[in-house]
T-cell receptor, first 112, second 115 residues
Framework: TQLLEQSPQFLSIQEGENLTVYCNSS?????LQWYRQEPGEGPVLLVT?????EVKKLKRLTFQFGDARKDSSLHITAAQPGDTGLYLC????????????FGPGTSLSVIP | SAVISQKPSRDICQRGTSLTIQCQVD?????MFWYRQQPGQSLTLIAT?????????ESGFVIDKFPISRPNLTFSTLTVSNMSPEDSSIYLC????????????FGSGTRLTVV
């Protein structure tokens, strides 16, 4: 069974601090996606990583895909209150085309 | 990427009743997906809805409880039947985004409370 784990589950930090969120699995994924979900909204795709070792940057967010394509990290530099939300990683499911499985999420709160 | 309109955005329903959630996409899509997100938790796939065929349900979800319609390539409905308080969740529909990013586009969700 494919499973994605995320850590930490909850994170509360001061504005301006840096943080890293981790997404791990024992399974190999052909791609991993990161989403952010704000209260009352559906998840919004931030990035997809496809190649082992790949690093992608989106303003203050840096995403990395592990060399073995089993894990990924999201690093936020100088966090802002607007970064508050639930961060979800998702990976392609082996059982069906176009289906993904989601990790349990990391709830981030950035305090002004 | 596609734009999804989902309604209602929220509802409070009585135990034993049913609620139908609608999802309209602004472009034609082959597959639509329905997810449940229980309070404070991640997303669990309920079923995949293909136009012209019966929906494919994930383990733990059955058609009698969550009937799905997919009358055309831009629209789908999910009904939550004979509701109990345990059905209180956010229900989300989604479609595959553009092939370039492999991601999903989600509706804004329906927050259901069963009392």
């Amino acid at each position: 069974t494919q499973l994605l784990e995320q850590s930490p589950q909850f994170l509360s930090i001061q504005e301006g601090e840096n943080l890293t969120v981790y997404c791990n699995s024992s399974s190999v994924f052909s791609s991993l996606q990161w989403y952010r979900q704000e209260p009352g909204e559906g998840p919004v795709l931030l990035v997809t990583v496809v190649t082992g070792g790949e690093v992608k940057k989106l303003k203050r967010l840096t995403f990395q895909f592990g060399d073995a394509r089993k894990d990924s990290s999201l690093h936020i530099t100088a966090a802002q209150p607007g970064d508050t939300g639930l961060y979800l990683c998702a990976g392609d499911a082996k059982t069906s085309y176009d289906k993904v499985i989601f990790g349990p999420g990391t709830s981030l709160s950035v305090i002004p | 990427s596609a734009v999804i309109s989902q309604k209602p955005s929220r509802d409070i329903c009585q135990r034993g009743t049913s609620l139908t959630i609608q999802c309209q996409v602004d472009s034609q899509v082959t597959m639509m997906f329905w997810y449940r997100q229980q309070p404070g938790q991640s997303l669990t796939l309920i079923a995949t809805a293909n136009q012209g065929s019966e929906a494919t349900y994930e383990s733990g979800f059955v058609i009698d409880k969550f009937p799905i319609s997919r009358p055309n390539l831009t629209f789908s409905t999910l009904t939550v039947s004979n509701m109990s308080p345990e059905d209180s969740s956010i229900y989300l529909c989604s479609v595959v985004g553009s092939r370039g990013d492999y991601g999903y586009t989600f509706g804004s969700g329906t927050r259901l409370t069963v009392v």
